[in-house]
């Protein structure tokens, strides 16, 4: 059973980054496409970035492309999602998720004030 761990959250200010971690363990990592996601308080959860299981592919949502990179490095099971110029409407809890499976980590808060 793929167990996925979120890291590398917290509070920022306008303008700021973080970079988030996925660590993946109990499966094959380096077969799966990968999804993050987030969710603001009140709001549904959002598709944020894609990424194919090699690496060459991606995708984002159009709020974030150009300000936030995913990649990935299969030799360490982990994936990662790189935030620059981030925006308080960027604030959510933060989740990665196996794209073809319904297996996601526990989350991890960002908090971008202005």
């Known amino acids: 059973q793929v167990q996925l761990v979120e890291s590398g959250g917290g509070s920022v200010q306008a303008g700021g980054a973080l970079r988030l971690s996925c660590a993946s363990s109990?499966?094959?990592?380096?077969?799966?496409?990968m999804n993050w996601f987030r969710q603001a308080p009140g709001k549904d959860r959002e598709f944020v970035a894609y990424i194919s299981a090699n690496g060459m592919f991606d995708n984002y949502e159009d709020s974030v492309r150009g300000r936030f990179t995913v990649s990935r490095d299969n030799a360490k099971n982990t994936l990662y999602l790189q935030m620059n110029n981030l925006k308080p409407e960027d604030t959510a809890v933060y989740y990665c998720?196996?794209?073809?499976?319904?297996?996601w980590g526990q989350g991890t808060q960002v908090t971008v004030s202005s």
């Open positions: 109990g499966g094959s990592f380096s077969t799966n496409p």
């Open positions: 998720k196996l794209a073809r499976y319904d297996v």
